[in-house]
């Protein structure tokens, strides 16, 4: 697909055009997930330039192509493909448990926020889980891969211990919930 032209007009009364040519309101369902996914895609863009270990880096990029996959294939109703698989889960909880290997046991829930880039990852958490909210609705009507709750299930544990790791690398406390 090549994008030649950004302004279409298509768009100007609430609906917009899917990848197999149909039109859909820009409330329906699934433009919710397709725009859920760009917001967490886009956010996972700004976490990134907070960040400037080239691995962490690289594993960022490849979420955010998994992301595209995702809306592209959505955008293409009843051919929904498996475009992240058993290997994308197993490679995102491999690396939650390496980065939580070397943090402490949590007591309490965490308070979002601490440092910048802890906040930001804390946010992306946030909008993966409207995500799989989004994803589970949409998936009652018209079936979605079951990978794709999983991995995006996932994805919200990556960015929560990935902030309590950068979080501690940059010395900064970690606060937990007191109960007051």
């Known amino acids: 697909m090549r994008i030649s032209k950004v302004v279409t007009k298509t768009g100007d009364k609430g609906e917009t055009g899917l990848g197999d040519g149909s039109r859909v309101s820009k409330d329906d369902p699934r433009i ?18 907070a960040i400037a270990d080239d691995g962490i880096i690289t594993f960022l990029e490849k979420i955010q192509n998994d992301l ?10 009843g051919t929904e493909i498996e475009t992240v698989n058993k290997e994308c889960i197993d ?52 079936p979605l ?22 979080q501690r690398a940059e010395g900064v406390d970690e606060k937990q919930w007191t109960h007051d």
């Not at 919710?32 to 330039?49: A, H, M, P, Q, R």
């Not at 891969?145 to 950068?166: E, H, T």
Request: with cysteine; aromatic share 8%.
């Open 68 to 77: 595209f996959n995702m809306g592209g294939s959505l955008s293409m109703p």
């Open 91 to 142: 490679a995102l909880e491999k690396q939650v448990d390496t980065w939580n290997s070397e943090l402490p046991p949590l007591k309490e829930f965490v308070l979002p926020g601490g440092s910048e880039t802890s906040a930001r990852l804390h946010l992306a958490r946030t909008m993966a889980r409207k995500l799989e909210r989004k994803l589970v609705g949409l998936h009652k009507n018209n």
């Open 145 to 166: 891969p079951d990978q794709w709750m999983q991995y995006i299930n996932r994805l919200s544990d990556v960015f929560f211990v990935l902030a309590r790791k950068l």
């Open 32 to 49: 919710e997930c397709i725009g859920t996914l760009d917001e967490l895609n886009s956010f996972v863009g700004y976490v990134k330039v």
